[in-house]
């Protein structure tokens, strides 16, 4: 029998997480109740908010006692965060659901987060419609809107629980009825991607899945950078082809896609070849031209399309940007290689297009060749655009040649 861990605040939301668990079990599926309010439970549950709490090095008396709303919160997420994955380890469950508001949200989907990809993992929220980037980060946790506060029993909220539990119980439930994947034991390589460095991606991966490898590509728009950075933390990938780096440029100057300081790490701290180059390097990204902050009026913009905006990075900021590359690249101590394309960084940075700039290019080399280790760092330069096939070949090939020793 197939175990759906639900977890919640069953002190004031009973009545609701008691209707929750009734469609589990009418569904042939076996409940497995994890408490995370603060006072009594309005009935029986597997894992106590005292046990939550203490995973965390908190006592729940202490927590009531202190009537500290914040406090509380963060005691019973942090407990949830160390105790579900435990519980997951030890075959308690299959897939959680849980229900809530902003505070609900806040309590569960950190520790949803810390189960593996594929496990099912349902929240049902009242923040689901808007921006879910701080619950879901890089995981596969699946946001559904709850269309009205989880509070109390209606016939709206009735069906998007039913709704809810339907969806955990047909991934858990139907999983066995499709056709077993096999795994072709094809190595795996990570490779970032963006729109202007599109095609040179498509002739190295093409290249790589012509020798054996399976190519995933990761659109560097931000949390593309933070999911690959993860994933290559949690061991999944023999190779990272870092061909586009842009999302530091966001980091500093200031754009809408930004991946965090800890971008261009995992691999150089798991000791994971890699090739790392400066695609779209040029650019800084933004929402619509109208949305661009009054500080940057007078750069040099270009609409790539209704929705986004680019701007063209300036020699002291692609000093700023060599210089945080080449601390991070300093970081490895084996089998990395920097990839210098010194006729352009981009598709629009070249003779002719919108951000050619050959003295900003090469300021962004100098600060590179400058900075980093050369007896760590190979340091590659090639008279090609970053999307020309003997450059993106010759990156990939230099890639297999560290995978294979």
Not at 367 to 376: A, F, H, K, Q, Y
Request: charged share 20%; with cysteine.
């Amino acid at each position: 029998m197939k175990v759906v861990a639900i977890a919640g605040t069953f002190d004031t939301k009973g009545k609701e997480y008691q209707y929750v668990k009734d469609l589990v079990e009418q569904l042939g599926l076996k409940a497995y109740m994890i408490h995370t309010g603060v006072f009594k439970p309005a009935f029986s549950v597997d894992v106590s908010n005292r046990t939550v709490a203490e995973a965390a090095g908190y006592n729940i008396d202490e927590i009531v006692a202190k009537k500290d709303r914040a406090l509380a919160t963060e005691a019973l997420s942090k407990g949830m965060q160390k105790l579900v994955p435990e519980l997951y380890k030890e075959g308690k469950f299959d897939g959680i659901l849980s229900f809530g508001g902003s505070g609900g949200t806040s309590l569960v989907t950190p520790a949803m987060r810390e189960l593996p990809i594929g496990v099912p993992k349902v929240m049902v929220s009242t923040m689901a419609s808007g921006n879910v980037e701080q619950y879901v980060g890089t995981s596969d946790i699946i946001m559904m809107p709850s269309i009205v506060d989880v509070a109390g029993l209606n016939k709206i909220s009735k069906t998007i629980f039913g709704n809810a539990v339907l969806a955990i119980a047909g991934m858990l439930g139907m999983k066995d009825q499709l056709k077993e994947e096999t795994d072709d034991g094809k190595p795996l390589v990570a490779a970032t991607m963006f729109g202007v460095t599109t095609q040179g991606i498509k002739y190295a991966q093409e290249y790589l899945e012509n020798r054996g490898y399976e190519v995933l590509v990761f659109h560097a728009t931000g949390t593309g950078g933070k999911t690959m950075e993860a994933l290559v933390n949690a061991g999944f990938f023999s190779g990272v082809l870092d061909m586009t780096t842009t999302e530091w440029c966001d980091e500093i100057v200031g754009g809408v896609l930004a991946a965090g300081q800890n971008r261009l790490e995992a691999a150089a701290k798991n000791k994971i070849p890699q090739v790392v180059s400066v695609g779209a390097l040029d650019m800084v990204n933004f929402g619509p031209i109208e949305t661009v902050p009054e500080q940057f009026s007078g750069r040099n913009l270009y609409k790539h399309n209704p929705t986004v905006t680019l701007m063209r990075t300036t020699i002291p900021e692609n000093v700023k940007v060599g210089n945080k590359l080449a601390e991070k690249l300093n970081m490895a101590s084996e089998k990395t290689a920097l990839f210098l394309p010194l006729a352009g960084v981009s598709a629009i940075d070249q003779p002719g297009q919108p951000f050619y700039g050959a003295e900003e290019d090469e300021i962004l080399f100098k600060t590179l060749r400058e900075g980093v280790n050369e007896d760590v760092v190979e340091v590659v330069e090639m008279n090609n655009n970053i999307n020309d096939q003997v450059f993106a070949e010759a990156a990939a090939q230099k890639l297999i040649d560290y995978m294979e020793g």
